[in-house]
Nanobody
Framework: QVQLVESGGGLVQAGDSLRLSCAAS????????MGWFRQAPGKEREFVAG????????AYAASVKDRFTISRDNAKNTLYLQMSALKPEDTAVYYC?????????????????WGQGTQVTVSS
């Protein structure tokens, strides 16, 4: 069983930066590939970024590539998402998720564990 708790969301202005964290309560955090997804009102939940268990392989959605950075600290059982140059269209609830698959997968169905989400609001 993996429990995930996101934090770090908030209200920021366009162009600002924000770092999200996801704390995992599991003994074998490094076994799991992790991902960040987001869901805006009225839209489907979409993949944002993913990272493999060791942190050596990452993947990003085209809309956030070069602005967002996913990372993990396996010693602290924590996943991060550093977001910069935020835009109003980045406004969404952000979720972290864990996958038993080895590589950062972009499909929701590949993730079996989800956090409760943290709201990010970017004003123009």
């Amino acid at each position: 069983q993996v429990q995930l708790v996101e934090s770090g969301g908030g209200l920021v202005q366009a162009g600002d930066s924000l770092r999200l964290s996801c704390a995992a309560s599991v003994l074998t955090f490094g076994w799991y590939a992790m991902g960040w997804f987001r869901q805006a009102p009225g839209k489907e939940r979409e993949f944002v970024a993913g990272i493999n268990g060791s942190g050596g392989s990452t993947a990003y959605a085209a809309s956030v590539k070069d602005r967002f950075t996913i990372s993990r600290d396996n010693a602290k059982n924590t996943l991060y998402l550093q977001m910069s140059a935020l835009k109003p269209e980045d406004t969404a609830v952000y979720y972290c998720a864990a996958s038993v698959k080895g590589q950062p997968m972009p499909q929701r169905a590949d993730y079996g564990y989800w956090g409760q989400g943290t709201q990010v609001t970017v004003s123009s």
